[in-house]
Nanobody, 116 residues
Framework: QVQVVESGGGLVQAGGSLRLSCVASGTIFRIKNMGWHRQAPGKQRELVAV???????HYADSVKGRFTISRDNARNTVSLQMNGLKADDTAVYYCNVANAVLKEYWGQGTQVTVSS
């Protein structure tokens, strides 16, 4: 059984920072990609950032220069450092893990609220 658990969400003022963390446990065959998605009220879930097992990263245009994704392959963890937060960043953030055959696993989500 695979578990994906996020932590680190909360309430922050605009311009502030938060760090999200995610750990994947259980039997996962060769984790390939680890990433973060988010879903704001009334909107579709969108990709925020993803990092491959070789360290290649991709960011949504809306977070480039403000967010940084990193991972620890030995510990099956991925983090998202979020700086310069804006009210538009308010959403539930979901951790996503994909294995070598692109089977995906999702966490339950963590709420990030940015007050303006």
């Amino acid at each position: 059984q695979v578990q994906v658990v996020e932590s680190g969400g909360g309430l922050v003022q605009a311009g502030g920072s938060l760090r999200l963390s995610c750990v994947a446990s259980g039997t996962i065959f060769r984790i390939k990609n680890m990433g973060w998605h988010r879903q704001a009220p009334g909107k579709q879930r969108e990709l925020v950032a993803v990092i491959t097992d070789s360290g290649v990263t991709h960011y949504a245009d809306s977070v480039k220069g403000r967010f940084t994704i990193s991972r620890d392959n030995a510990r099956n963890t991925v983090s998202l450092q979020m700086n310069g937060l804006k009210a538009d960043d308010t959403a539930v953030y979901y951790c996503n893990v994909a294995n070598a055959v692109l089977k995906e696993y999702w966490g339950q989500g963590t709420q990030v609220t940015v007050s303006s």
